[in-house]
């Protein structure tokens, strides 16, 4: 079994920084991605930046140059810095963890954005 928790949301005003983590542990062989994905209320699931296990990093177009994904692969730990936020950013993010077999979920963390 996998688990996966993230940490790190919270309420921050427009133009503030948070710093989201996600940490997988448990029987873990490798990980091949994980990636952060964002769901607001009476929306769909959506994609917000990945970074593979060799470092490539893909971005939705709405965070580009504002947020940006980073791994541990020691720790088995992804980061999002999360700079000039703003209000539409407000969500609940879910961190995935993909194995080459399996994907995971965490249980998501609120990130608010005050205007």
């Known amino acids: 079994q996998v688990q996966v928790v993230e940490s790190g949301g919270g309420l921050v005003q427009t133009g503030g920084s948070l710093r989201l983590s996600c940490t997988a542990s448990?029987?873990?062989?490798?990980?091949?991605?994980m990636g952060w994905y964002r769901q607001a209320p009476g929306k769909q699931r959506e994609l917000v930046a990945s970074i593979t296990s060799g470092g490539t990093t893909n971005y939705a177009d709405s965070v580009k140059g504002r947020f940006t994904i980073s791994r541990d692969n020691i720790k088995n730990t992804v980061y999002l810095q999360m700079n000039s936020l703003k209000p539409e950013d407000t969500s609940v993010y879910y961190c995935?963890?993909?194995?080459?077999?399996?994907?995971?979920w965490g249980q998501g963390t609120q990130v608010t954005v005050s205007s």
């Open positions: 995935e963890v993909y194995t080459g077999y399996v994907h995971y």
């Open positions: 448990g029987s873990i062989f490798r990980i091949n991605y």
